[in-house]
């Protein structure tokens, strides 16, 4: 039983910001290595960010200095915070939890305008 639900995702303008969340179980959140994944249309599915059970945390150089990973481990939360926010980040987003490389959630939808 593994479950991964993603949100937070909408409509911006270019240089705006969103913050996305990934709840899933306590013990998949907190007891693992954590990552966020995005797939444009027409697109391969890219790595975005990651973060360890410890902490230590790892960006794609595409996102770097403007996205930030973090995690609760009391609400057993995966969150992205997306700033200066380009076109070019526009895509469908996904946690994924490196215990359980094969399970994806729905995703959330991140589209920004020019």
């Known amino acids: 039983q593994v479950q991964l639900v993603e949100s937070g995702g909408g409509l911006v303008q270019t240089g705006g910001s969103l913050r996305l969340s990934c709840a899933a179980s306590?013990?998949?959140?907190?007891?693992?290595?954590m990552r966020w994944y995005r797939q444009a249309p027409g697109k391969q599915r890219e790595y975005v960010a990651s973060i360890s059970s410890g902490g230590s945390k790892n960006y794609a150089d595409s996102v770097k200095g403007r996205f930030t990973i973090s995690r609760d481990n009391a609400k057993a939360t995966l969150y992205l915070q997306m700033n200066s926010l380009k076109p070019e980040d526009t895509a469908t987003y996904y946690c994924?939890?490196?215990?359980?490389?094969?399970?994806w959630g729905q995703g959330t939808q991140v589209t920004v305008s020019s």
């Open positions: 994924n939890s490196f215990l359980f490389p094969g399970i």
């Open positions: 306590r013990s998949i959140v907190n007891s693992n290595t």
